[in-house]
């Protein structure tokens, strides 16, 4: 029902008004006749492949639909030839490219002369970010148009509209369903028309078999047998990856428990890997917490170990547990900022050599060399504290750990405070007993 359904104009079109309402940029391209061609980026069940339809048939030109999945070079060379024989008889060729993203670097580039010649249009559509995915060259001669999940009442319109139909959906059952029905499945499918059009048909066949001769009407319990499990739109190697872990790192950073718990919770149902989650929740701690609570990574840690140890669905629980303090745990990248600022340093100032006084004289030969000379026994120190220069000479007064006012950091700060008061040359001191190695 979903291919039947499918809008044949753009009044029929439902969504991405900001690219085809009258006076919207795409719209106008295609009234002119002047789309060249485009990449159309966005979730599945969106309209990608039906607007590309649609262009053809308002700028009456042929329309060849590929599959990454299915189409290799050899069938690419064909239709570009085909496509540049019928130009020279005045038909012009849209090559529509479903999920173009899937296409290697070669089967890419094979449509780029063919581009430049005019030879064909070429409409890609693709889930992924195309910045990544699609060759530069290719790119750089298509228009990027994003399209936006359809909102629920979208999908509701779209529903009403298929139960009504009885040329292409589902008029001629002649089913009933409540708006609060149509509205569960809308929201059950997260923006994807598709699924929506797949679930009703599902649930609309249940209903006759239930009814039996009497009216059949679509309920909440025959939408939940057919949903069987909500459809959410995920793909574990792809960018809605990416964008759930950083909702979930930001919400945590930015002390949000409800947040940290919803986007979790949208990982967790959706199939990722729960040892993936439980590394990210780790690396929060170190980076976003660090001194400003020591116990956090010892949590998530522990939360790692559950989930490993017991799986899942149970191990979701000790990662939520995990999120939830994390959340609530006063926040330092005092620690992150001072590794990032070694690591600066290693790779910008030159290597230079262990101070004398830090190394080890194992041998008479390396005492004699100057080894350890000078070197300051700390346990043998008032207040445990050697005015003992530990840096090399070219990072003498550098400070990388600047601990903040948040948590146990703010003992930690006054803790350094002391320890440079201790080390100041005036400061009084009982003189050094003796002085060992370590």
């Known amino acids: 029902m979903a291919d039947r359904m499918r809008p044949r104009t753009l009044e029929e079109y439902v969504g991405q008004e900001h690219l085809i309402d009258p006076g919207k940029p795409l719209r106008t391209q295609i009234e002119r006749d002047d789309t060249g061609s485009l990449i159309f980026w966005g979730p599945p069940g969106t309209g990608k492949t039906t607007l590309a339809k649609i262009i053809a048939k308002m700028t009456k030109a042929e329309f060849i639909e590929f599959s990454a999945v299915l189409a290799g070079i050899k069938e690419i060379k064909q239709v570009m030839s085909d496509a540049e024989r019928a130009r020279q008889y005045g038909t012009r060729t849209i090559v529509f490219i479903d999920e173009i993203h899937r296409f290697n670097k070669a089967q890419q580039d094979a449509f780029l002369p063919h581009v430049e010649k005019g030879n064909i249009r070429l409409i890609g559509a693709t889930t992924e970010n195309p910045s990544f995915e699609i060759n530069s060259a290719l790119l750089s001669r298509c228009r990027v148009y994003v399209l936006k999940p359809l909102t629920e009442d979208q999908i509701v319109e779209l529903l009403k509209r298929a139960l009504t139909d009885s040329d292409r959906g589902l008029g001629s059952m002649k089913v009933r369903a409540s708006a609060d029905v149509l509205k569960k499945i809308a929201s059950y499918t997260s923006g994807d028309a598709r699924s929506a059009y797949n679930v009703l048909e599902v649930a609309a066949a249940l209903a006759q078999e239930k009814a039996g001769k009497k009216p059949a009407e679509i309920t909440d319990e025959i939408v939940h047998d057919a949903l069987q499990k909500r459809v959410l739109l995920y793909d574990k190697t792809g960018e809605e990856h990416y964008n759930l872990i950083s909702a979930l ?31 990210r929740v780790v690396r929060m701690a ?23 140890f017991i799986g899942m669905p149970e191990g979701n629980l000790a990662l939520a547990q995990a999120v939830v303090y994390l959340s609530v745990a006063p926040k330092s990248n005092a620690l992150y900022t001072a590794y990032g600022d070694v690591q600066q340093d290693v790779e910008q100032t030159a290597a230079e050599a262990v101070p004398l006084h830090l190394r080890n004289a194992p041998t008479g030969l390396m005492k004699g060399l100057g080894y350890g000379k000078g070197y300051e026994y700390a346990h043998e120190v008032e207040g445990k504290v050697a005015n003992m220069q530990c840096l090399p000479d070219n990072l003498r007064d550098r400070v990388y750990y600047q601990p903040t006012n948040e948590g146990i950091e703010k003992r930690i700060r006054e803790r350094l405070e002391e320890i440079k008061r201790l080390r100041s040359p005036t400061s009084e001191k009982a003189p050094s007993r003796s002085k060992k190695e370590s």
Request: glycine share 6%; hydrophobic share 45%.
């Open 286 to 308: 170190v980076e976003d917490i660090g001194l400003a609570d020591p116990n956090a990574l010892a949590l998530c840690m522990a939360a790692r170990d559950a989930v490993d």
């Open 249 to 279: 790192h930001k919400s945590v950073r930015n002390s949000d428990p409800d947040a940290a718990l919803y986007w979790l919770g949208r990982m967790l149902e959706a199939g990722e890997d729960p040892l993936y989650v439980a590394r």
